[in-house]
């Protein structure tokens, strides 16, 4: 074919098919930001529940890969959704909450068929929650089933320092 030809045939669009470098960086920025966002160094995700402060901790734990329960002064949800609200549940005379026990009776009958279930669960507690409201959705769980509960924090390096009782700064 002679060089005339070839010209003519590239123009065209008969040559070999060059990538375009715009696409090619698209296509690359877009799959290392989704790997970025993916990736958790230690295996376990640690989102936590928009609306809840969670309390610092100089605890070494890993969190587990559980159910979420999300505890402020206005919802109690369940893996994000809103299961009742917190003034509801206090205001109770039960110390069950009840919507919340029925959706984890259902979780864990949904699960235990499966040889990896364990039943866990992991409380995201905002700081200023009542204690008497943590109580019932930990009691909950614990009566839907989920024998192991652990508590979400924010890990503190700093540990803080607690005079002993009796002692003096001299």
Same mark, same amino acid.
């Given at each position: 074919?002679?060089?005339?030809?070839?010209?003519?045939?590239?123009?065209?669009?008969?040559?070999?098919? +060059?990538?375009?470098?715009?696409?090619?960086?698209?296509?690359?920025?877009?799959?290392?930001?989704?790997?970025?966002?993916?990736?958790?160094?230690?295996?376990?995700?640690?989102?936590?529940?928009?609306?809840?402060?969670?309390?610092?901790?100089?605890?070494?734990?890993?969190?587990?890969?559980?159910?979420?329960?999300? %505890?402020?002064?206005?919802?109690?949800?369940?893996?994000?959704?809103? +299961?009742?609200?917190?003034?509801?549940?206090?205001?109770?005379?039960?110390?069950? %909450?009840?919507?919340?026990?029925?959706?984890?009776?259902?979780?864990?009958?949904?699960?235990?068929?499966?040889?990896?279930?364990?039943?866990?669960?992991?409380?995201?507690?905002?700081?200023?929650?009542?204690?008497?409201?943590?109580?019932?959705? +930990?009691?909950?769980?614990?009566?839907?089933?989920?024998?192991?509960?652990?508590?979400?924090?924010?890990?503190?390096?700093?540990?803080?320092? %607690?005079? +002993?009782?009796?002692?003096?700064?001299?």
């Amino acid at each position: 074919m002679s060089r005339r030809r070839r010209r003519v045939r590239n123009r065209l669009g008969g040559g070999a098919p +060059m990538l375009k470098m715009t696409a090619l960086m698209d296509i690359f920025s877009t799959l290392l930001l989704f790997l970025l966002k993916s990736f958790v160094a230690d295996g376990q995700s640690g989102t936590v529940t928009p609306g809840v402060t969670l309390p610092s901790s100089i605890s070494q734990s890993t969190a587990w890969d559980a159910p979420v329960i999300a %505890v402020t002064n206005r919802f109690i949800s369940l893996e994000g959704e809103v +299961m009742a609200e917190s003034p509801t549940a206090l205001a109770s005379s039960q110390l069950r %909450v009840e919507p919340l026990y029925r959706a984890l009776v259902t979780l864990r009958e949904q699960n235990e068929q499966h040889p990896d279930f364990e039943a866990r669960l992991v409380v995201q507690g905002d700081r200023g929650i009542e204690f008497r409201l943590l109580q019932r959705v +930990m009691y909950t769980g614990q009566i839907a089933g989920f024998t192991d509960v652990s508590l979400a924090v924010i890990h503190d390096e700093a540990v803080p320092e %607690v005079a +002993m009782s009796g002692e003096t700064d001299s």
